[in-house]
């Protein structure tokens, strides 16, 4: 999220244009921050729908602006789990279709030789990323996707910081050796 300071005080005091512009921005984030849970089934547009909603409706209870970006990573995972706890028969098991990226921005840069390579780099993130335990892939996905601090990661999962640390350490040991498998 763009921690736009001044933007996010508006929002906090009732101005409607500053909430406005704020949800735009932060949309974004959370879509890039759910993108890589993997999981075919869900409908990530229902979930970002229900963050955005839930962050208009609360905004005026942030008591510290500069927590924005750590309050809405908890309000997403947080929506998250609520939908995943509704529809139990969700799996992650089938990755038949874990790269049809059909929102993927168009780069008319890449050659199609490249367009090709990113596309198989993306599909063995996602699929590398699917094989890691659910514990261990939110937290490194907050970190590396989410941009997050341990700190921040520590309060949204009730974690301990060394609990943090140690189970995005494993994530990113298991996911290297996921696409190091994957790329052979």
Known sequence: MKNNLYLIKNAIAGDNRAIEELLRQTEKEIISSLYFIPNDNIDLYDIVQDVLIKIQKNIKKLKNPKSYKSWVSKITMNKYYDYVRKNKKLKNKNFENICD???DIKDEKNSPIEKCMNDEALYALKKGLCSI???YR???IMR?????SYNEISKIT???I??????ISRARKYLKEEIKNLME
């Open 162 to 167: 060394g609990t943090v640390k140690s189970r």
């Open 158 to 160: 009730k974690t301990e």
């Open 133 to 135: 335990k659910e514990q």
């Open 138 to 140: 939110n937290a490194l």
């Open 144 to 148: 590396e996707f989410g941009g997050l």
């Open 101 to 103: 990226c059909k929102d």
